[in-house]
């Protein structure tokens, strides 16, 4: 994944990067697929013992995880949104979480050119890190969103009360 120190980066065709690509709503935010510890279904979610603060929580391996959604504005609900149907489990130092998405799909890239955010984008109420254009498999180009866990998790700390 990216280095988030440098701001333009391309890669080469000998690299290999595992992706996970979690969608919500219409939009797509990719993450480094060794962040992500498992995917359940969203008949895991337990929403009777909710806390203002998430929507739900799952449990994994006996402990108690705190389950996140974002609208396809990245705002995070409070509220189970139609079409959504998978808890993420995500690895952070501080414990691991879950984001409830519509979709998760997993995927190698080997071409991809990985830019810093432009100015406008660059807020607190955006959780990304980088832009990036890469081919798929159709091999038509595509601009990727990138974030990583802790950019997550700060965003959720800060906007999720």
Do not use: W
């Not at 995927?107 to 050119?113: A, G, H, S």
């Amino acid at each position: 994944m990216p280095d988030h120190n440098n701001a333009y980066q391309v890669t080469d065709s000998e690299n290999m990067y595992h992706i996970s690509k979690l969608y919500f709503g219409d939009i797509e935010i990719m993450i480094p697929q060794n962040e992500v510890v498992s995917i359940e279904s969203i008949y895991e979610l337990d929403t009777a013992s909710t806390d203002s603060k998430y929507l739900g929580i799952i449990y994994r391996q006996g402990k108690k995880l705190p389950v996140y959604c974002f609208s396809g504005d990245m705002e995070i609900l409070d509220y189970l949104p139609e079409g959504s149907s998978q808890c993420v489990i995500i690895r952070h130092q501080q414990g691991d979480y879950a984001v409830l998405c519509h979709d998760i799909k997993n995927i190698v890239l080997n071409d991809l050119n990985i830019q810093a955010l432009p100015l406008c984008m660059r807020t607190k109420n955006m959780p990304l890190t980088h832009l990036c254009l890469y081919k798929e498999a159709s091999m038509s180009m595509k601009m990727g969103l990138i974030t990583n866990t802790d950019q997550l998790a700060n965003y959720i700390s800060q906007y999720g009360a």
